[in-house]
């Protein structure tokens, strides 16, 4: 039992803090925002230069070899920064279903491209939240997907179809992909449609859909952590700037406290991640439990946090202007991305055994 | 990172957990699943006996001490066969958890060989004589004096608060030493024995109908001119190391306490149907996870401690955990529904989960209110600056 980052994990932590913070700028990421929802030069330094964008896959598939505890690190880095990147996506989502449910063949041929950032992915789960849904058949896919995160801009599809898991290639013909005005401007959304498109489908369904869930949801809490400790560390040098009455507000009680709430919260929702992380990586019996306690916790965290930003800084918290809306928005977009809080905290409660015979 | 524990630290906990349960199922068997610090005192007394002289008593401490000179993993450990076995918790646990730590760290060899055997081996139970009714909050606001005379110090003055006194053979007191000093300047920490006609225990009647808390009178008491911490002056600065000391294992064993009250809630939950209810599922959700982020940040802090770094997460798990049981308290009667408000019989004297209800008002007020914990975190945690001291008398 070390419940801290090795010496190993420190240096990735360091080096992905560092690496965020001189690349991932509120400029570049508003750039971003206003084209495509993705900056391709960051993506690129981040997959190719870096190199530790396959962090999770295996290294014969040209990735790193490592596990959980370091996607988190990276992800919680890129929240910490609101960073415009299919991250979640294609690392967190739609890798890990064909980690888990391709062939070997398939494995082979698509993991290196999107470890190496020449394919950006994204994954479709069409039956959460998501009517009317995509039926395979015959080895066609028809139906739609309403919400893929990055869907405008991603290269390939992996889709969570009612009865398979299917691989769509961007350009495949009978598929339709209309990009949505989101709120959360540094994820947005597409619609896809599928008109009997003529697709490959994963060997193993189930598998596919359980490790991407497990693991976006992780990527999930991971960027809400770090989107929440940037709401609280720059809400803090903020509330010492600011002069009213004479003294600065961060000396008012009433501010004080709201701040301290906003770390008693973050404290536990850093557990939480890191928790789930190390469960899924160790294969512990309480994988399922951490994960979805860590999404419904540091997703409410972030909301909280990310809300407070908003009011402590007062009126200029609401301009366009300042980044507190990025975090605002992504805090948003967090907690309804694949499971709200409450429908995680519902799964919390079954494995809780309330359904148990009294 | 890592969670899981080591071969050899299951072996560890295999021996742990035998003895246990021997012990729990055989000659204490009248003490196992006790939650109450109250009941039974003297039975409770022969089980910290048992432990100290089974070598289970303060698993953590140097063996010269009569400890066991455990790992963390090892400690962690015990805390938790401890509870699975349905051990009662430990009538000493101020003596465990505040007055051996402050010894073992402030304490001269002499004080160390004296104080930290007797209470490992369960002979010593410790109270602890902070507050007072003018030092809340303000703890440095102290006014209970001491001064030598000859070979003793002597000490006058009132403390309030004082868990277990009733029980206690010692207390360790904060007393202004340096006349016409004020604030933390000027206090030092004393070890006082209790049974003495200087001293007088006044049990407070508290909002559950017990009485667990008493107010302690000094009155030319008296304590041996070398039952000191530390030099005189340096009160302030040994009663907040102690401060550190209340996060340590022993918030996993109180976090064990904790689940079996959840435990509890959850069981009245499915007897009475109220587990199907959406609203009451989430609020059980949320204290299921509320108290496995307990866990995990009690595992953060300690392999910090381990470390040699203090993380300051530690700050804010004070005001976690007394809230966290405070909602608790609130989910249990709002799933019990009227039925919690009654009990059978003239006694004021409630069952585990209302009493939990109403105790758990006190944790959010004792060892620093929640108002103050926001306080210390902001200013020691986040950088904000100090509240501004008023003049008021």
Request: glycine share 10%; charged share 20%; net charge negative.
């Amino acid at each position: 039992m070390h419940f801290a980052f090795t010496d190993e994990q420190a240096m990735i932590a360091e080096t992905a803090k560092t690496f965020f913070a001189e690349n991932a700028t509120s400029e570049r990421t508003r750039a971003a925002m206003a084209d495509t929802g993705i900056d391709k030069a960051l993506w690129q330094a981040f997959t190719s230069e870096l190199g530790l964008a396959g962090v999770a896959i295996p290294e014969a598939l040209g990735g790193v070899g490592l596990g959980m505890v370091e996607l988190a690190i990276f992800a919680e880095e890129a929240g910490r920064h609101t960073a415009a990147l299919p991250l979640l996506a294609s690392l967190g989502l739609a890798a890990p279903a064909i980690l888990a449910g391709g062939t070997d063949e398939q494995k082979a041929r698509f993991l290196p491209r999107i470890a190496s950032g020449e394919l950006m992915a994204s994954f479709a789960a069409v039956n959460m939240g998501g009517t009317p849904g995509a039926t395979l058949s015959d080895g066609t896919l028809t139906g739609a997907a309403l919400l893929v995160p990055h869907g405008a801009s991603t290269d390939l599809f992996v889709v969570a179809a009612d009865n398979g898991v299917a691989i769509v290639e961007r350009g495949a013909l009978g598929l339709g992909i209309t990009p949505l005005t989101s709120m959360d401007q540094t994820r947005p959304y597409a619609r896809l449609d599928f008109g009997g498109v003529a697709v490959e489908t994963l060997a193993d369904p189930r598998a596919a859909v359980h490790a991407a869930l497990t693991t976006g949801w992780l990527a999930i809490a991971a960027d809400a952590l770090g989107g929440a400790q940037a709401c609280l560390d720059r809400t803090v040098a903020y509330t010492q700037e600011r002069i009213q009455f004479g003294r600065s507000i961060g000396s008012f009680q009433a501010v004080k406290h709201r701040l301290a709430d906003m770390m008693v919260a973050i404290e536990q929702a850093r557990s939480a991640v890191y928790w789930a992380a190390c469960a899924i990586d160790e294969r512990s019996d309480e994988a399922a439990f951490a994960v979805h306690a860590a999404k419904a916790f540091a997703c409410d965290t972030y909301t909280h946090c990310a809300g407070e930003m908003i009011q402590l800084h007062g009126g200029i918290g609401f301009t366009w202007e300042h980044d507190a809306h990025l975090y605002f928005k992504r805090a948003r977009s967090n907690a309804s991305l694949l499971g709200t809080p409450d429908w995680h905290r519902e799964q919390v409660a079954g494995l809780a055994g309330l359904d148990d015979a009294a | 990172m890592k969670l899981g524990f080591s071969p050899e630290e299951e072996v560890f906990r295999a021996e742990a957990a035998a003895w246990l349960k021997a012990e729990l199922e055989g000659a204490f068997a009248d003490v196992r699943g006790l939650t109450s610090l109250t009941e039974m005192p003297e039975r409770r007394r022969d089980w910290e006996r048992r432990l100290g002289d089974a070598g289970w008593s303060c698993v953590g401490w140097p063996r010269a001490y009569g400890g066991r000179d455990a790992t963390l993993a090892q400690q962690v450990i015990f805390a938790e066969e401890y509870a699975r076995a349905g051990a009662p918790p430990r009538l000493n646990h101020i003596g465990i958890e505040l007055a051996g730590p402050t010894i073992l760290a402030f304490g001269s060899e002499e004080q160390k060989a004296r104080f930290l055997p007797a209470i490992a081996r369960g002979e010593e139970i410790w109270c602890q004589g902070y507050s007072e009714p003018g030092a809340g909050s303000d703890l440095a606001n102290v006014r209970t004096r001491a001064w030598r005379e000859g070979g003793d110090w002597v000490i006058e003055g009132q403390k309030v608060w004082t868990s277990l006194a009733q029980f206690s053979d010692w207390i360790f007191v904060i007393a202004r030493t340096e006349e016409g000093s004020k604030g933390p300047k000027g206090l030092s920490f004393l070890l006082v024995p209790v049974d003495q006609s200087g001293v007088t225990v006044r049990p407070i009647h508290q909002i559950t109908g017990e009485a667990e808390f008493n107010e302690t009178f000094f009155d030319d008491a008296r304590t041996a001119a070398e039952s000191i911490l530390g030099e005189p002056g340096d009160g302030w600065k040994v009663a907040m190391g102690l401060l550190g000391f209340e996060r340590g294992v022993s918030t996993l064993a109180q976090q064990m306490g904790f689940r079996n009250e959840l435990d509890a809630v959850i069981a009245a939950a499915r007897a009475n149907g109220e587990a199907k209810n959406p609203l009451i599922r989430q609020r059980i959700a949320k204290a299921e996870i509320g108290l496995k982020l307990m866990r995990y940040g009690a595992l953060r802090m300690l392999t910090d401690a381990e470390g040699g770094r203090l993380n300051p997460s530690a700050l804010t798990y004070k005001i976690q955990w007394a809230t966290w049981r405070r909602d608790l308290g609130e989910l249990a009667m709002d799933v019990l529904g009227q039925a919690g408000e009654t009990v059978a019989g003239h006694e004021y004297a409630f069952p585990a989960l209302p009493n939990l209800f109403l105790y758990s008002r006190a944790d959010t007020i004792y060892g620093g209110t929640n108002e103050i914990q926001r306080n210390i975190i902001a200013e020691r945690a986040l950088g904000l600056p100090r509240e501004p001291r008023g003049d008021l008398k």
